[in-house]
């Protein structure tokens, strides 16, 4: 019984916060893109405090929180779209030359359907033997949010003062928060990637702990 009540609850939606969205929601899509318009204001507006201050106008609040919410979006579209596949193929080509899966190369082509995520994406999705797909989610939104985050920071970095100057006309930018963009960008990066794989790794060990017990119960089931 306790078990039964464990599974329920690792594979049951997660809190929605305002009634529509999860945390794990926001994580992907819309707090990158937040972080990319605070980042802009304090690194490229003439007077940083000055434009927060600004920023706490209802009008322009809204505003921007629409912007981020958008930009978040459209950051997490296209990283789920054409980094994923290609950072998942590299992750579990690594853990394959590591001996930690067993998949061929061919298997693990980027932009098709990999064994990888046959295995346990589809899992995942459907809901089914008893893996812990609550801490999962909330470990996959961590680290997507970790990778948009660095999408976020790399896109101020690259074309900030573009859209400060064809916005304001002007640009101030303060030369010790621009030079720390795009480190901060790659920090991220890298810490995502490294979870990345040890988030793979943890999916093909649980995955191999549900195969056992799976075969342990259809052997048990053959004998009876």
């Known amino acids: 019984m306790a078990s039964n009540k464990m599974d329920a609850s690792d594979s049951a939606e997660p809190p929605r916060l305002m009634g529509f969205l999860s945390l794990e929601e926001l994580l992907r899509w819309v707090v990158a893109g937040v972080l990319a318009i605070i980042s802009w204001v304090a690194v490229y507006y003439p007077k940083p405090v000055h434009g927060f201050v600004a920023l706490m106008q209802i009008e322009r609040l809204l505003f921007m929180l629409t912007t981020g919410v958008v930009l978040g979006s459209l950051i997490y579209a296209v990283h789920r779209s054409l980094v994923h596949p290609l950072t998942i193929a590299l992750l579990t080509q690594i853990l394959r030359k590591t001996g930690h899966v067993q998949y061929e190369c061919k298997e693990l082509l980027p ?78 990066a890298l810490i995502a990637f490294y979870s990345n794989l040890r988030m793979i790794d943890m999916e093909a060990k649980l995955a191999a702990m549900d195969n056992e017990a799976e075969q342990a119960l259809a052997n048990k089931g053959g004998r009876m």
Do not use: D, N
């Open 111 to 188: 932009f098709w359907v990999s064994k990888y995520e046959q295995e346990f994406q589809g899992r995942w999705w459907q809901r089914k033997h008893g893996l812990a797909t609550g801490p999962l989610r909330e470990w996959a939104a961590q680290i997507h949010f970790l990778y948009c985050a660095a999408w976020a920071l790399l896109l101020i970095r690259l074309f900030g003062s573009h859209f400060m100057l064809a916005l304001y006309g002007r640009v101030q930018a303060s030369p010790s928060l621009e030079c720390l963009l795009a480190p901060s960008a790659l920090c991220l």
